[in-house]
DNA sequence: TATTGTTATACTCTATAACTATA
DNA sequence: TATAGTTATAGAGTATAACAATA
């Protein structure tokens, strides 16, 4: 016995997948602001973590604006989690460098998030979670290239 | 030999669902773009096609401010796939009828998602497009509840 | 001339407050 | 008084153009 859904495009698995992450987004915003953070700072302090790079290839890593970069990069100052350092060979750039502080707020940030996912995700098996994580990657590779 | 990934996130299931919600929006924007439609207003021409409802109410179903409402029955008027028809009971409220030119619509606008998202989807098995839909509202069944 | 970071500006989207007509 | 629809306005977010410093 399938009950209608009211909303005609709830068995669409595009639509679900938007409004899934939507929720997912709204989630992890939730989840970081305690921590004084939003996720496009996390993500740019991730990355930048990771690799020696320059505001704007790490606009571009990314997905933001060379213009909206430099708010991002100021409140990383603010916070205390980065510093913006001159490139030695060429002057034009900005390096930006994680603070000492970084590490400890990535490992929170991702122990916050860790924890809110699996909030959501409780119900899943691990093998439902990972086909779910494969899918997704599998897709999203496939729209990219 | 797994090779590491430039983004950090791109392990989290999470954040990968986010960027897959991102892109099937933007998929979904671009293929209806050409029938002169949003996805907002397909949406709530698609609701109203099933339930006879004011603004406020479709409003509220397909997640709209009823102020933002007012633009998209206004355009949806313009396009001559709706009207607005007073309620005889209640004469504060419209009524959002959709007109004859709607159904033709509604079904060309399904189409033109089902061959966009076609192209997306079609690496995956029936079977793993199934589990991913039913995993998507599992998980926003359960976001929601 | 071209590029990096920056600022100013415009544009979209959404949210809030206040108005009108009806209840 | 309260509610449905509307308008005006403000705010957040993003994109475009132009500028200074450097290449």
């Given at each position: 016995?399938?009950?209608?859904?009211?909303?005609?495009?709830?068995?669409?698995?595009?639509?679900?997948?938007?409004?899934?992450?939507?929720?997912?987004?709204?989630?992890?915003?939730?989840?970081?602001?305690?921590?004084?953070?939003?996720?496009?700072?996390?993500?740019?302090?991730a990355v930048?973590?990771?690799?020696?790079?320059?505001?704007?290839?790490?606009?571009?890593?990314?997905?933001?604006?060379?213009?909206?970069?430099?708010?991002?990069?100021?409140?990383?100052?603010?916070?205390?989690?980065?510093?913006?350092?001159?490139?030695?060979?060429?002057?034009?750039?900005?390096?930006?460098?994680?603070t000492g502080?970084?590490?400890?707020?990535?490992?929170?940030?991702?122990?916050?998030?860790?924890?809110?996912?699996?909030?959501?995700?409780?119900?899943?098996?691990?093998?439902?979670?990972?086909?779910?994580?494969e899918l997704?990657?599998?897709?999203?590779?496939?729209?990219?290239?």
């Amino acid at each position: 016995m399938a009950r209608e859904p009211v909303d005609p495009l709830a068995g669409r698995t595009g639509y679900l997948l938007v409004k899934l992450g939507e929720t997912l987004s709204e989630l992890a915003e939730r989840a970081l602001a305690p921590l004084g953070l939003r996720a496009k700072h996390l993500h740019v302090l991730a990355v930048a973590a990771r690799h020696q790079l320059s505001q704007q290839e790490l606009a571009e890593l990314v997905g933001l604006d060379r213009t909206s970069m430099v708010a991002v990069v100021d409140e990383l100052e603010r916070l205390g989690l980065a510093i913006r350092q001159r490139s030695e060979t060429d002057r034009r750039r900005y390096l930006i460098v994680p603070t000492g502080k970084a590490a400890e707020a990535l490992r929170r940030a991702a122990e916050t998030l860790d924890s809110a996912e699996a909030a959501l995700f409780g119900d899943l098996s691990p093998a439902e979670r990972a086909l779910l994580t494969e899918l997704a990657t599998r897709l999203l590779t496939k729209a990219a290239g």
